[in-house]
């Protein structure tokens, strides 16, 4: 059972409403300044955690780019496999005597042996001489 929470604009404006008979005009003020500094707080610790990772893993990349490749998975494993391939293109040597023009030699798989009549555990039949 998947619950998915949608916050159209008419239920934004009850909850604002809802919220502004409880507070009442004396104390919104005072709320809205507390949630101001609550947010400011969580900013800030996001934004010195986000800079302690990127000291310990300076290659990670930033925040809006995870956020995006999360929200489409296949092109984050593109984006991996093609950095694997350029790192193994780099680490591999390239044997020079290869070229375009060298002819691919492809030999054919040899045929399954079967047993043979003579291989058989049994004698064979004198009627077939």
């Not at 300076?58 to 490749?69: E, I, K, Y």
């Not at 003579?118 to 039949?125: E, G, I, K, V």
């Amino acid at each position: 059972m998947e619950v998915v929470f949608s916050l159209s604009p008419i239920k934004i404006m009850v909850i604002v409403a809802v919220i502004l008979l409880l507070l009442g005009p004396d104390k919104l003020p005072e709320v809205a300044q507390k949630l101001g500094s609550w947010w400011r707080t969580i900013k800030n610790l996001q934004e010195r955690v986000e800079s302690e990772v990127r000291q310990a893993i300076p290659d990670l990349p930033s925040s809006g780019d995870l956020a995006r490749l999360a929200r489409s998975p296949v092109n984050l494993l593109n984006q991996l496999a093609d950095r694997v391939d350029a790192k193994e293109a780099e680490d591999s040597p390239v044997d020079e005597s290869l070229t375009d023009e060298t002819p691919l030699i492809v030999r054919p798989a040899p045929a399954p042996s079967t047993p043979r009549e003579s291989d058989a555990s049994t004698p064979p039949d004198p009627s077939m001489n």
